[in-house]
């Protein structure tokens, strides 16, 4: 491992290293496929950046906070492309992938789509929505909860995007057809040379189907409201009317499609995901499930919560913080230089691949002391302000930071909530945790009986 100053922080001097285990042709390629949580999580303790092999091609992986945001926070050095590319099959040039000025001037248009105002408005009825699916749970019923969150988000990401218009069997197929899409966008991302996805196969020609068919659900419901010029105050009906504030310009269908196929991912996948494992980890640590009990009881008093209980319900939002530290949803992302610069003390040339990882940082020991260990409480007072900053990256930084992330988390929180103020959920004997890394980090099956309050 070797020391090197860096121009933009000289006071600081940076470790550099080069991650163990490559073999030739291959490089890490194999590690990160067959092991990639365990492997990224294994390289901070070899530097602050860290050299790694693609392949033929030299990859880093920024391991310091301070790194990676200085890869968020300059976008025009550290470009997106490589996965993105790849992610482009799926979500177009939507704002998640996006660059340059296309994504500043999509940004500030759709940006007052999630001001507080209209996510107060949005999370109205994802109360009513929980409430209307653990409807039918009964006390010893056996269900997968990850399966059961992944139908409860995509019918609030529904509600969220159309409000009206759109029936139950057509929101199973559009949550049908995302997951097979996902899965195919991940697999080819981790197929760089895009040679597979050509091929006439069951599963591509299975994925081009699922492709077709979730943004022919999309478009009908975006020319149904064209039509009508109902405004129905959901996501929808925002970004219909959004206009750049300069030109007035405003997005075209194809935009629009766009767009809301990503928050159909981002709001159904991811936030499931989250809550999936939030729900596994309170059912593994009876004692922090008590002490949420508790906090929503004296909150709630016996009450669906709202928008407006989520300041109260502190300890409950650290549960959700820490799950999201164990298990980040994007646990690995890129950048690609767009020109020679400096990066912790290393001159990296144009081209090359500048990898992140939140999974990285979470569980980095010299960020989070015992980092696999479950702990709320590290999120509360005076813990809180020990965090470093930077460490907690679960919805990425600066300019390209996940613009839903505050109606994620207060999505979330409201699920908690309204659950937890009615049910138990206990791990089935012999269940384990297996974490799949796909697209975003999924909790895999979790078997869960349901247990009245």
Not at 3 to 14: D, G, H, M, V
Not at 301 to 320: C, H, K, M, Q
């Amino acid at each position: 491992m070797t020391p090197a100053k860096s121009s933009a922080q000289p006071e600081r001097s940076w470790t550099t290293g080069t991650a163990p285990g490559s073999v030739p042709l291959l490089g890490h390629t194999l590690a990160l496929w067959r092991r990639p949580l365990q492997f990224l999580a294994s390289l901070p303790a070899h530097g602050d950046l860290v050299e790694v092999r693609l392949g033929p091609s030299r990859a880093y992986l920024a391991c310091h906070p301070e790194l990676v945001r200085q890869v968020l926070l300059n976008p025009r050095v550290f470009d997106k492309g490589g996965v993105f590319d790849k992610a482009r099959q799926l979500l177009g040039n939507s704002l998640s992938v996006s660059r340059g000025e296309d994504h500043r001037y999509q940004r500030r248009m759709i940006q007052p789509a999630f001001h507080t105002p209209k996510i107060a408005a949005y999370t109205a009825a994802v109360a009513d929505d929980t409430r209307a699916a653990i409807g039918s749970w009964e006390p010893g019923r056996t269900l997968d909860i990850s399966d059961t969150m992944h139908a409860l988000l995509m019918r609030v990401a529904a509600r969220t995007l159309f409000s009206t218009g759109i029936d139950e069997a057509t929101i199973d197929e559009a949550r049908h057809c995302l997951r097979i899409v996902s899965d195919g966008i991940y697999k080819r991302t981790m197929a760089p040379l895009g040679i597979m996805e050509k091929l006439p196969t069951p599963g591509n020609r299975r994925y081009d189907r699922a492709n077709a068919r979730l943004r022919q659900i999309v478009d009908e419901m975006i020319r149904e409201r064209r039509r009508s010029g109902a405004d129905h105050g959901d996501l929808l009906s925002t970004l219909l009317r959004a206009e750049h504030p300069e030109t007035g310009k405003g997005l075209d269908d194809g935009e629009v499609l766009d767009q809301v196929v990503t928050f159909l991912v981002a709001g159904s996948e991811t936030t499931a995901s989250t809550l999936a494992f939030v729900f596994h980890l309170l059912g593994a640590h009876p004692e922090v499930e008590k002490r949420v009990h508790a906090e929503i009881d004296e909150v709630l008093a016996g009450r669906s919560p709202t928008f407006e209980d989520l300041p109260s319900l502190e300890y409950t939002r650290g549960v959700i913080t820490e799950s999201l530290r164990l298990y980040p949803p994007s646990w690995m992302a890129m950048r690609v230089t767009a020109a020679e610069t400096e990066l912790g003390g290393r001159t990296v040339p144009a081209g090359t691949m500048i990898l992140y990882s939140a999974q990285a940082l979470h569980h980095n020991p010299e960020l989070f002391p015992d980092p696999e260990r479950f702990d709320p409480e590290r999120w509360l007072g005076d813990r809180a302000k020990e965090v470093e900053r930077g460490a907690l990256l679960p919805f990425g930084a600066g300019s390209h930071k996940c613009i839903g992330d505050v109606l994620a988390l207060t999505e979330t929180a409201l699920i908690v909530a309204t659950i937890a103020s009615r049910w138990r959920l206990r791990p089935v004997p012999g269940t384990t945790l297996r974490p799949e890394p796909k697209a975003t980090l999924e909790p895999g099956p979790l078997p869960m009986v349901c247990e009245p309050r």
